[in-house]
């Protein structure tokens, strides 16, 4: 069974620009969820999806926004990157709604580098 | 506010000695509590979590965790450390209920196991 697909694996943006990174869960899988991991901030939740319908957000900017499709497909989106935003954002997928006792299952994480 | 607090940054300890990993938690109500592990350049592994029931989580390559309610802790057990244990672990909290749903993660320890 595949795990957590994220692409691309790494991204070099320019400061000003937009990014989006995708993510495919597992099969079967109808929740996703968005972190980014600085070191200095630590893992920080973005926001968590289910079914399409976004069901939670963290305390980022309106730059960052996301999406999941009926397959459940997720993106993200970041628009007017700042040299701050580079990070590993990690997309985790869990079997059933987010807010069960299910764990995630994480994929390997996009590496953004914003210059 | 849910909150995840591990107070070392860094852990050693020699191989084949027993290693602790400690994690204090603060949530409205009932948690969910997890461990997860982080090799280099990788996503997050899940390792265990707590639910409900017995204080005594066993879980993945010989890990276990002892939930204390009246301590708020869920402290990571090994009885013997293995080299290829090396890494960043995370202790993360879910609330069972109320609006803030989202797992909420520790700001990371690094265990090394010296050979």
């Known amino acids: 069974k595949a795990g957590v697909t994220q692409t691309p694996r790494y991204l070099i943006k320019t400061r000003g620009q937009q990014v989006t990174l995708s993510c495919s869960p597992i099969?079967?899988?109808?929740?996703v969820s968005w972190y980014q991991q600085t070191p200095g901030q630590g893992l920080q939740f973005l926001f968590e999806?289910?079914?399409?319908?976004?069901?939670n957000k963290g305390n980022f900017p309106g730059r960052f926004s996301g999406r999941q499709f009926s397959n459940s497909r997720s993106e993200m989106n970041v628009s007017t990157l700042e040299l701050g935003d580079s990070a590993l954002y990690l997309c985790?997928?869990?079997?059933?709604?987010?807010?069960?006792?299910?764990?995630?299952?994480f994929g390997q994480g996009t590496r953004l580098t914003v210059v | 506010a849910q909150s995840v607090a591990q107070p070392e940054d860094q852990v050693n300890v020699a191989e084949g000695n027993p290693l602790t990993v400690k994690c204090t938690y603060s949530v409205s109500g009932n948690p969910y509590l997890f461990w997860y592990v982080q090799y280099p350049n990788r996503g997050l592994q899940f390792l265990l979590k707590y639910i409900t029931g017995d204080n005594l989580v066993k879980g993945s390559y010989g890990f276990e965790a002892e939930f204390n309610k009246s301590q708020t802790s869920f402290h990571l057990k090994k009885p013997s450390a293995l080299v290829s244990d090396s890494a960043l672990y995370f202790c993360a909290v879910r609330a069972t209920s109320g609006s803030a749903r989202q797992l909420t993660f520790g700001s990371g320890t690094q265990l090394t196991v010296l050979p």
């Open positions: 985790a997928s869990s079997l059933t709604r987010p807010d069960l006792n299910t764990e995630a299952f």
């Open positions: 099969s079967g899988h109808r929740s």
């Open positions: 999806y289910f079914s399409e319908t976004q069901r």
